[in-house]
């Protein structure tokens, strides 16, 4: 007869395997989670390649608010990154010089905000503007261009854009000086010893270019005295056309996203119950390409419905989220361009911050935001004019969840729980995973108090709330 032999495995071996099992399996579902949050990250953006992250800080004696564009290569992140945390640097400095002039009723600022425009299939320029007031009567603006191909990771410069560089630069200089001479308003303040100086070298210009013109950026006190404030020249591409890079002038041009309805707000209100207990949702800063799908499904889940205060520039770069929250049949306010605080700026400027916005939200999705809210709930007389003006009502919140400040899903879902009532208007972010991560406990619990879920509209609605604020809620 044949033995049958039998291996024993001692208990510490098989354990061993057993863990080592696991490990090599939670790795790879953990990368391949990763790599399928990246692809569908990528694929929200407008600017394929480009992610846009928006940081927000309030203290007792400063806000700040931050648009950093990232890519996928460290050979752009880097230069941009350095240059962010420089202005930072500068902006905590002065705050620090200046803390006796500061305190809650009046704060320093900083806003870091990006515009970007597409050059071709993987080109782009990303046009920072950094805006500090740390006490003064005045702000100080700084402009800062970077040029990326996200395709050969790597930083652009005029040469690979133009051909017949000398020529180029020369017909760039002389449309600078004509369009600086016919400038009545401008010529004044204008020193010609410093525009030549700056024009000399074309290493050190801050440009970017679309379809349209290249335009030069000339920061404050650069080429002009302070009362110019900075300078943007723009020269027309049709002068430019023969000294563009072949593959630049054919790929050069800007797809619109056509509207599709007449403008109109989206949101269906419905009435209400007089005697029912309603609350209103709302989320600041987005829309973000992980975090809001992640709300929206939490809200589908529970039957919820809410109010999504949009960024322009987050809008800019995710218009097929805004196009989701609306068909999901939630409502979209008004959370201004850049989140600057409004209190900061002059009439003009206010409008320029609500106007731009709510012409994104129409291009993204074909609808109208129904509302404003202030950055970090700052307004004053200038503001509530403009909103006037605008016909645009404001709104604020009578519960801070604090997520901006704890994220934590169990702080949030604790301060909600315990401030909320009837009529209260909540206050969360959808750019905080820990806000989506609470959410469903949250949604959960209140449903079970008896809680529905409606959009300011449908509250202020109810509540027979008139004119344009601002409105808080009930506490």
Same mark, same amino acid.
């Given at each position: 007869?044949?033995?049958?032999i039998?291996?024993?495995?001692?208990?510490w071996?098989?354990l061993?395997?057993?863990?080592?099992?696991?490990?090599i399996?939670?790795?790879?579902w953990t990368?391949?989670?990763?790599?399928?949050t990246?692809?569908?990250?990528k694929?929200?953006?407008?600017?394929?390649?480009?992610? @846009?992250?928006?940081?927000?800080?309030?203290?007792?004696?400063?806000?700040?608010?931050?648009?950093k !564009?990232?890519?996928?290569?460290?050979?752009?992140?880097?230069?941009i990154?350095?240059?962010?945390?420089?202005?930072?640097?500068?902006?905590?400095?002065?705050?620090?010089e200046?803390?006796?002039?500061?305190?809650?009723?009046?704060?320093?600022?900083l806003?870091?905000h990006?515009?970007?425009?597409?050059?071709?299939?993987?080109?782009?320029?990303?046009?920072?503007t950094?805006?500090q007031?740390?006490?003064?009567?005045?702000?100080?603006?700084?402009?800062?261009?970077?040029n990326?191909?996200v395709?050969?990771?790597?930083?652009?410069?005029?040469?690979?854009?133009?051909?017949?560089?000398?020529?180029?630069?020369d017909?760039?200089?002389t449309?600078v000086?004509?369009?600086?001479?016919q400038?009545?308003?401008?010529?004044?303040?204008?020193?010609?010893?410093?525009?030549?100086?700056?024009?000399?070298?074309?290493?050190?210009?801050k440009?970017?270019?679309?379809?349209?013109a @290249?335009?030069?950026?000339?920061?404050e006190?650069?080429?002009?005295?302070?009362?110019a404030g900075?300078?943007?020249?723009?020269?027309?591409?049709?002068?430019?056309?023969?000294?563009?890079?072949d593959?630049?002038?054919e790929q050069l041009?800007?797809?619109?996203?056509?509207?599709?309805?007449?403008g109109?707000?989206s949101?269906k209100?419905?009435?209400?119950?007089?005697?029912?207990?309603?609350?209103?949702l709302?989320?600041?800063?987005?829309?973000h390409?992980?975090?809001?799908?992640?709300? #929206?499904?939490? #809200?589908?889940?529970?039957?919820?419905?809410?109010?999504?205060y949009?960024?322009?520039?987050?809008?800019?770069?995710?218009?097929?989220?805004v196009?989701?929250?609306?068909?999901?049949?939630?409502?979209?306010?008004?959370h201004?361009?850049k989140?600057?605080? #409004?209190?900061? #700026?002059d009439?003009?400027?206010?409008?320029?911050?609500?106007?731009?916005?709510?012409?994104?939200?129409?291009?993204a999705?074909?609808?109208?935001?129904?509302?404003?809210?202030?950055?970090?709930?700052?307004?004053?007389e200038?503001?509530?004019?403009?909103?006037?003006k605008?016909?645009?009502p404001?709104v604020?919140?009578?519960v801070?969840?604090?997520?901006?400040k704890?994220?934590?899903?169990d702080?949030?879902?604790?301060?909600v729980s315990?401030?909320v009532?009837?009529g209260?208007?909540?206050?969360?972010?959808?750019?905080?995973?820990?806000?989506?991560d609470?959410? !469903?406990?949250?949604?959960?619990t209140?449903?079970?108090?008896?809680?529905?879920?409606?959009?300011?509209?449908?509250?202020?609605?109810?509540?027979?709330?008139k004119?344009?604020?601002p409105?808080?809620?009930?506490?």
């Amino acid at each position: 007869m044949h033995k049958i032999i039998r291996l024993k495995w001692p208990a510490w071996a098989i354990l061993f395997i057993v863990v080592i099992g696991s490990i090599i399996t939670f790795t790879y579902w953990t990368k391949h989670s990763q790599a399928v949050t990246e692809v569908q990250q990528k694929a929200l953006s407008n600017y394929p390649g480009l992610h @846009l992250e928006t940081l927000t800080k309030e203290t007792d004696t400063y806000t700040l608010a931050i648009s950093k !564009p990232i890519a996928e290569s460290e050979a752009i992140n880097k230069p941009i990154e350095t240059w962010i945390n420089q202005q930072e640097k500068k902006f905590l400095t002065n705050v620090e010089e200046n803390k006796q002039l500061l305190d809650k009723d009046r704060r320093a600022h900083l806003n870091i905000h990006v515009e970007t425009e597409k050059l071709a299939d993987s080109l782009y320029s990303l046009v920072f503007t950094a805006y500090q007031i740390t006490g003064g009567a005045n702000g100080q603006e700084t402009i800062k261009t970077f040029n990326v191909d996200v395709k050969g990771n790597k930083m652009l410069d005029l040469k690979d854009i133009l051909k017949g560089k000398d020529e180029a630069y020369d017909t760039i200089r002389t449309s600078v000086r004509e369009q600086i001479d016919q400038n009545e308003d401008l010529k004044p303040y204008v020193f010609q010893d410093a525009m030549e100086d700056a024009l000399r070298n074309p290493v050190n210009w801050k440009w970017s270019l679309n379809e349209k013109a @290249l335009h030069l950026y000339f920061d404050e006190y650069e080429i002009a005295a302070g009362a110019a404030g900075t300078i943007e020249i723009n020269i027309p591409i049709a002068q430019l056309r023969a000294y563009l890079q072949d593959d630049v002038a054919e790929q050069l041009q800007v797809t619109v996203v056509e509207p599709n309805t007449e403008g109109q707000s989206s949101v269906k209100e419905k009435a209400l119950d007089p005697n029912g207990k309603y609350i209103a949702l709302t989320f600041d800063d987005g829309p973000h390409p992980k975090v809001t799908p992640r709300v #929206l499904q939490t #809200l589908h889940d529970y039957q919820a419905k809410a109010t999504f205060y949009m960024l322009g520039s987050q809008v800019e770069y995710y218009p097929s989220i805004v196009r989701d929250v609306f068909a999901q049949g939630h409502e979209v306010g008004n959370h201004t361009e850049k989140h600057t605080d #409004l209190t900061q #700026l002059d009439q003009a400027m206010i409008e320029q911050e609500i106007k731009e916005t709510k012409q994104k939200i129409y291009q993204a999705s074909g609808y109208y935001p129904t509302s404003i809210r202030p950055p970090y709930g700052a307004y004053n007389e200038s503001v509530k004019q403009v909103t006037n003006k605008l016909d645009t009502p404001m709104v604020l919140w009578s519960v801070d969840s604090l997520d901006w400040k704890t994220r934590d899903p169990d702080a949030i879902n604790q301060v909600v729980s315990e401030q909320v009532a009837s009529g209260s208007i909540v206050l969360m972010h959808d750019i905080h995973p820990t806000t989506a991560d609470a959410l !469903p406990q949250l949604l959960s619990t209140l449903k079970e108090e008896g809680y529905e879920f409606v959009t300011v509209s449908e509250l202020l609605s109810l509540q027979k709330a008139k004119g344009n604020g601002p409105f808080y809620g009930k506490s």
